[in-house]
């Protein structure tokens, strides 16, 4: 790997202590017991009964977890999804409600309406290996189906591009079928991993800066224009954005290639969901215990109490 002189050394030292200790909080599984690791045959999981939906003594105007991994909208119902320590959320507004089992969704993403795939590691009741490689649902989390390494991958980083499932877990993977694997040559590890929706570009932050690829996670370089970032997201078509250390949005029109500095702010962020452009950009993160969204550039309002 390159050497690469930056006077942002110091974010970069940042990010790699940030992304370790994220790793170290959430390595166990959501319950201590020990599940037994199962093959890599697909294993269905169903909620459990009768409705554990809403989480017991959650708070409706806070999140359901310390620890959050990902955020998304389902793009059939538009409702922001919550990858969590202890399960899959939704929020609609209302209360927060669990939905599906028990699972520490370390990886998660939004494939299409109801279609989802994801990692991490199982709880105590479900029959999901451990850790459960990649697994999908295709009914709005409700179930979730073992594709393939079960037992052996844990990713922490975890995206689509097309119709191919990018992932890391120690190695960077790339499937279009959920079953064969391809490794890619990233030489780095990333934090995140964002790919676009219908094309083949995928962006991987790193500690020493942003990489690319245009094929699906084959092959990277390094993105020489781009500011430190600790997370990026894909929108509509090209446009990205991405937030600094110290929380900074930074936005991109071309697939992450050049990026231009916002006023937008969203300090600790744990997770970032983009969608739409221009005008109708829509930025998503969690921060703190809040979800805050910004829409066409506007300050960042917070959805679960409607203040600026």
């Known amino acids: 790997m390159r050497e690469r002189l930056s006077p942002s050394r110091a974010l970069s030292l940042l990010v790699a202590v940030i992304s370790i200790a994220l790793v170290a ?9 020990p599940v037994p690791a199962a093959a890599t045959g697909s294993t269905s999981v169903e909620t459990p009964s009768p409705d554990p ?3 017991p003594g959650a708070d409706p105007l806070t999140l359901p977890s310390a620890h959050v991994h990902a955020i998304a909208r389902d793009p059939g119902s538009s409702k922001l999804l919550v990858a969590a320590h202890d399960g899959l959320y939704v929020y609609d507004g209302a209360t927060p409600k669990r939905v599906g089992p028990v699972i520490d969704l370390m990886g998660f993403t939004v494939a299409g309406p109801g279609h989802y795939y994801a990692s991490g590691h199982p709880g105590t009741a479900t029959d999901l290996p451990q850790p459960v490689g ?5 009914d709005g989390g409700n179930t979730w189906t073992v594709l393939s390494r079960g037992g052996g991958s844990d990713f922490h980083a ?3 591009a097309g119709s191919t499932v990018v ?5 960077l993977r790339s ?9 890619g040559n990233l030489d780095a590890q990333p934090r995140t991993l964002a790919g676009s929706r219908n094309g083949s570009t995928v962006l991987a932050t790193t ?12 092959s990277w370089r390094w993105t020489e224009q781009a500011p430190l970032l600790l997370m990026v997201a894909f929108g509509d078509g090209d446009t990205v954005a991405g937030l600094t250390p ?4 930074h936005t991109s029109t071309d697939a992450g290639r050049t990026w231009r500095a916002t006023e937008l702010l969203a300090p600790d962020a744990q997770a970032l969901h983009v969608s739409g452009e221009g005008e109708d950009l829509e930025i998503v993160v969690v921060t703190g215990q809040s979800l805050m969204a910004s829409t066409g550039g506007k300050p960042f309002a917070d959805l679960m109490s409607g203040r600026e």
Do not use: K, N, Y
């Not at 909080?25 to 959501?30: E, H, Y």
């Not at 992932?167 to 190695?171: A, K, M, Q, R, S």
């Not at 499937?175 to 490794?183: F, L, N, P, Y």
């Open 25 to 33: 909080a959430c390595s166990a599984s959501p319950d201590p017991t």
């Open 207 to 218: 500690p020493e800066g942003l990489m690319h690829s245009i094929d699906a996670g084959l």
């Open 246 to 249: 110290d929380g900074q949005v």
């Open 175 to 183: 499937t279009a079928d959920g079953r064969t694997w391809r490794e």
């Open 167 to 171: 992932g890391f877990d120690g190695v």
């Open 134 to 138: 990649l697994i999908e649902s295709r």
């Open 53 to 55: 939906s809403v989480r």
């Open 158 to 160: 975890l995206t689509t």
